[in-house]
């Protein structure tokens, strides 16, 4: 993979780099609240969804309302985004979301559309449309496979390094917040209402993005 990080990126990130014990998620907390759906909301009920397996096979297209109300399987994009301070942009979710409506949630990121074959463009759409992120490049990690009694996704995590403005989409997010590990952890302890499928991408990237910030303090 490559990352286009430039010399402010390398001295940023790996002067204020600190180790962080990943023990702390070394499984689902168990205070996580469950998921909720909004089978009502007006938020693009009529988008054609690619539907998958459980194996992240394509299937067929169905639109997002179809894909809510029989739990299909689907694809969606998590996009950790992370500012100069090693602070994550954090949003709660608008009341309107039809998945996890009023929730924390830790990245941006949204269901793949039928119509997108390349992931990584809809992860930068994502990026562009809710945070108003200009010219995005997040980076590709890996994906996991998550199911709940409302949600079943293959889920495509990404991070972005953004130093720059951050304008929210008002339609969908309520408000942002900046928040460093250890915010994250203290809440997701506190059994905050944060949304599950998105917890879990958390405790499979921190690991993952330790190394990224390790490997930055190499290339000085």
Not at 106 to 129: H, M, N, P
Not at 137 to 154: G, H, M, S, V
Not at 179 to 187: C, L, N, P, S
Request: include cysteine; proline fraction near 5%; charge should be neutral.
């Amino acid at each position: 993979m490559k990352h286009l990080f430039t010399s402010q990126h390398l001295r940023l990130f790996s002067s204020t780099a600190t180790p962080i014990k990943d023990k702390h998620f070394s499984k689902p907390p168990i205070a996580t609240p469950p998921s909720s759906l909004n089978l009502a909301s007006t938020l693009a009920q009529d988008e054609l969804i690619l539907v998958v397996d459980d194996q992240d096979q394509p299937q067929r297209s169905a639109s997002r309302l179809e894909m809510r109300q029989n739990n299909l399987w689907h694809r969606s994009t998590s996009i950790f985004t992370i500012n100069e301070e090693q602070k994550f942009i954090v949003q709660k979710r608008s009341m309107n979301k039809d998945y996890c409506p009023g929730f924390i949630d830790l990245a941006a990121g949204g269901v793949v559309a039928f119509q997108d074959t390349d992931i990584d463009l809809s992860a930068a759409r994502e990026l562009e449309e809710e945070l108003g992120i200009t010219a995005p490049n997040p980076q590709y990690l890996f994906k996991f496979k998550y199911e709940d009694a409302n949600t079943r996704c293959w889920n495509y995590v990404y991070y972005q390094i953004w130093l720059g403005k951050v304008i929210p989409q008002e339609s969908e997010i309520e408000a942002l917040f900046y928040w460093d590990e250890g915010k994250i952890r203290e809440m997701i302890e506190r059994g905050a209402k944060i949304a599950p499928d998105v917890v879990q991408a958390y405790q499979l990237f921190l690991p993952r993005w330790h190394g990224v910030v390790r490997g930055l303090g190499k290339k000085k």
